[in-house]
């Protein structure tokens, strides 16, 4: 079945560097890959998102890369702040048989952003 | 503003026992899912409903059940709670999709955090 591998699974960055996650898919049919952060002790939130007709979108600090031919996705955030602290999950779409399209989620990449 | 509220924050089992998760959403979405997060194996799908007393198996069903009579409610049942079910539930729900494309935000619960002993 369908499946997301998600590196890396920890990673350090001084204050005011970039961070990048990347992540894999399996299923050519997924179409759909949003982003959800997690902070400690809180429910995960969506940050970016992205669609297969699209190469590359930007929010600020924060893009999202989709490379089709590869299935590769990726993450990107410049500038770290301590606020950026915390646990990153990607998500790829798969349709069910029932035709209602669920989210594939990587295993998480825990982000710590060093003053 | 959006809110998905998981009934228990934390609960404590015994094995054997059975187990309610009720999940609750007031945004009129179609669309409910349950995941288990479990250190590092991510989010994993358990059951999802796409209707009222529609739903459809996920990844990872074995040993549980789920309900949902009404649209705004979305219960996670463990007929015999075992210890390897010891994990952080999270709920979560989402507006029906327009056709074709898979895109939509899940609007998450706060998360159970269940102990079998």
């Known amino acids: 079945g369908e499946n997301v591998e998600q590196h890396p699974s920890t990673l350090s960055v001084q204050e005011g560097d970039s961070a990048v996650i990347k992540c894999t898919y399996s299923?050519?049919?997924?179409?759909?890959f949003p982003w959800y952060k997690q902070e400690l002790g809180k429910r995960p939130q969506l940050i970016i998102d992205?669609?297969?007709?699209?190469g590359e979108k930007k929010d600020q600090r924060i893009a999202v890369t989709l490379n089709k031919t590869a299935k590769h996705f990726s993450l990107h955030i410049t500038e770290t702040q301590p606020e950026d602290s915390a646990v990153y999950f990607c998500?790829?779409?798969?349709?069910?048989?029932?035709?209602?399209?669920?989210?594939?989620f990587g295993t998480g990449t825990r982000l710590k952003v060093l003053a | 503003d959006v809110k998905v509220t998981q009934s228990s924050r934390y609960l404590v089992k015994r094995t054997g026992e059975k187990v309610f998760l009720e999940c609750v959403q007031d945004?009129?979405?179609?669309?409910m899912f349950w995941y288990r997060q479990d250190p590092g194996l991510g989010l994993r799908l358990i059951y999802f409903s796409y209707d009222v007393k529609m739903k459809e198996k996920g990844d990872i069903p074995e040993g549980y059940s789920v309900s949902r009579e009404k649209k705004e409610r979305f219960s996670l049942i463990l007929e015999s709670a075992s210890t390897n079910q010891t994990s952080m539930y999270l709920c979560?729900?989402?507006?029906?999709?327009?056709?074709?494309w898979g895109t939509g935000e899940l609007f998450f619960g706060e998360g159970s955090r269940l102990t079998v002993l």
């Open positions: 945004m009129d979405h179609e669309n």
């Open positions: 998500a790829a779409s798969r349709l069910s048989t029932s035709g209602t399209y669920k989210y594939i």
């Open positions: 992205i669609r297969s007709n699209v």
């Open positions: 979560a729900s989402r507006t029906r999709l327009a056709s074709g």
């Open positions: 299923d050519s049919a997924s179409n759909y």
